[in-house]
């Protein structure tokens, strides 16, 4: 198999090769475009189209798969990311507050990567912790019971400095 150009990280190449040994190789788009979003952050159109070449599955698939789920990104976020749960636990309890709050202080929208890269936001359905409600993830971090008057600090946790 060819291993120079590569769009995708050595480890991801030798996991497919793992995938394509095993039977109906291609269950496992799911799993290879996780651990490719993990390594490079999101799913870049060269990185998908090496995926599909690799793996033997129409580019289409791969595309149609990749946006099926919405935790794939295809633009590349932020060093930290930002995630509002909008799940109903979350939202009756102001997550549409707070989620405006990190817009309106980062200067962004939903979906948006701050210009310097720094900081991005999306928002998520139930994230599972709704006793925590409302919830807010920055990248692996979770913030439970935000108020609106605690999303600066959030932000400063991470190196945020404009008022
Ligand atoms: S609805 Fe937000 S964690 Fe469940």
Redesign the pocket.
Known sequence: MKTENTALPPEIVDYIDECLNKDRSESYLIPVLQKVQEHIGFLSRKSMDEVSWRMQVPAATVTGVASFYHFFTFKPRGEYRVTV?M????FVRG?DKVLEQFKELLNIDEGETSEDGTFSIDCAR?????A????VLVNDRVYGNVKVSEVAGILRDHGFEKE
Do not use: H, S
């Open positions: 749960c799940g109903t636990a979350c997550a139930c994230i599972g912790a709704c925590l409600a409302p919830v």
